[in-house]
Nanobody, 121 residues
């Protein structure tokens, strides 16, 4: 059994910052890629940023230069530092991790339940 639990969302004014965390727990042999996605009301879920287990990060254009993804492999945790937040960043943010539960098992994508980020004055 694997669980992903996000935290750190909330209400922030435009230009403010938030730091999201996502911790994976359970039967984990290896975590490959970890990432953050978001879904705004009435829109499809979209990719925000990913990081592989070598520390290579990728971002979508709207968040480049403002968001930073990082991970602590010892704690099976991925973070998303969000600076210079804009109202259009308002969404439910989800964590996803590609996790191998055992040495011989096939990696599986797991999702967290999400955390709300609201950017408003």
């Amino acid at each position: 059994q694997v669980q992903l639990v996000e935290s750190g969302g909330g209400l922030v004014q435009p230009g403010g910052s938030l730091r999201l965390s996502c911790a994976a727990s359970g039967t984990i042999f290896r975590i490959n890629q970890m990432g953050w996605y978001r879904q705004a009301p009435g829109k499809e879920r979209e990719l925000v940023a990913t990081m592989d287990n070598g520390g290579n990060a990728k971002y979508v254009d709207p968040v480049k230069g403002r968001f930073t993804i990082s991970r602590d492999n010892a704690r099976n945790t991925v973070y998303l530092q969000m600076n210079s937040l804009k109202p259009e960043d308002t969404a439910f943010y989800y964590c996803k991790a590609d996790i191998q539960s055992g040495r011989w098992t096939v990696p599986t994508n797991f999702w967290g339940h999400g955390t709300q980020v609201t950017v408003s004055s």
